[in-house]
C-alpha cells in the first residue's frame, strides 16, 4: 500500500527555515514525480516543487525560486524541501504527492496519492 508521511512543519517567524520530509512507502518502482503543494485557507492548491526519482530533475514554482531547494535520498525513500527565507504568504499547509505524471507539469498533474500534510505558518 503506497503510504506518504510529511513531517518537519512549525511556526517560525519571517526570514526562518523549514526543513520538511516526505518519507514514501509503497512504490516500487527507480521512476516517478514527487511532487509538493501547499494550501492556505480559502485559497487554490498551489504546486511548491516537483522532482522526478530516477533522473533527479527538479523543478519549482515561481513563488519559492531561489528560496526553496527539493532533493531526495533514495536511502531513506524520502524526498525533503528545504525552504529559507520564509515569507508569511508561505503559510499554509504543505503536502507531498507521488505518482507516474509528467513531472515538469508537476502543478496541473492529478497525483493518485497524497499524505497528509504538515502545516507550515510563518509570522510577520
Known amino acids: 500500500r503506497v503510504q506518504l508521511v510529511e513531517s518537519g512543519g512549525g511556526s517560525v517567524q519571517a526570514g526562518g527555515s523549514l526543513r520538511l520530509s516526505c518519507r514514501v512507502s509503497?512504490?516500487?518502482?527507480?521512476?516517478?514525480?514527487v511532487g509538493w503543494f501547499r494550501q492556505a485557507p480559502g485559497k487554490e492548491r498551489e504546486g511548491v516543487a516537483a522532482?522526478?526519482?530516477?533522473?533527479?530533475?527538479?523543478y519549482y514554482s515561481d513563488s519559492v525560486k531561489g528560496r526553496v531547494t527539493i532533493s531526495q535520498d533514495n536511502a531513506k525513500n524520502t524526498v525533503y524541501l528545504q525552504m529559507n527565507s520564509l515569507k508569511p504568504e508561505d503559510t499554509g499547509l504543505y503536502y507531498c504527492?507521488?505518482?507516474?505524471?509528467?513531472?515538469?507539469?508537476?502543478?496541473?498533474?492529478?497525483?493518485?496519492?497524497y499524505g497528509q500534510g504538515t502545516q507550515v505558518t510563518v509570522s510577520s
Open positions: 509503497g512504490y516500487f518502482y527507480s521512476s516517478y514525480c
Open positions: 522532482i522526478h526519482i530516477g533522473d533527479n530533475f527538479t
Open positions: 504527492a507521488a505518482d507516474f505524471v509528467r513531472c515538469d507539469k508537476w502543478y496541473r498533474e492529478d497525483f493518485d496519492d
